[in-house]
Nanobody, 131 residues
Framework: QVQLAESGGGLVQAGGSLRLSCAASGRSFSNSAMGWFRQAPGQEREFVASTTWRGFNSFDAHYADSVKGRFTIYRDNAENSVYLQMKRLTPGDTAVYYC?????????????????????WGQGTQVTVSS
């Protein structure tokens, strides 16, 4: 059974940092797209960042414009995990953050930013940024 388990959310003041972790189990995602999405109350789930396989143990990182330059996505295939380092957080970043993994062959920004692309999801972790 495939499971994704997020951790690292919490309450932080504006300008602060958090690192989210997502540990996958049940199968390897070493060549799969993995991403982070978030959903604020009353809003749709939105793309935050993704990492896609370029080939030869090389990966690309993709970001929503709203987090570019502040957030960094990276992965550790030995741990079957993906991380989201978040800096200079603002109240607008407050949301439940979800980790997702693709079960097919998405290798581009275009497919990796669509939540419909992903087959596996974590339960979410709350990030709250106070002003």
């Amino acid at each position: 059974q495939v499971q994704l388990a997020e951790s690292g959310g919490g309450l932080v003041q504006a300008g602060g940092s958090l690192r989210l972790s997502c540990a996958a189990s049940g199968r390897s995602f070493s060549n799969s797209a993995m991403g982070w999405f978030r959903q604020a109350p009353g809003q749709e789930r939105e793309f935050v960042a993704s990492t896609t396989w370029r080939g030869f143990n090389s990966f690309d990182a993709h970001y929503a414009d709203s987090v570019k330059g502040r957030f960094t996505i990276y992965r550790d295939n030995a741990e079957n995990s993906v991380y989201l380092q978040m800096k200079r957080l603002t109240p607008g970043d407050t949301a439940v953050y979800y980790c997702a993994a693709d079960g097919s062959d998405c290798r581009t920004y275009e497919c990796s930013r669509r939540h419909e692309e992903y087959d596996y999801w974590g339960q979410g972790t709350q990030v709250t940024v106070s002003s």
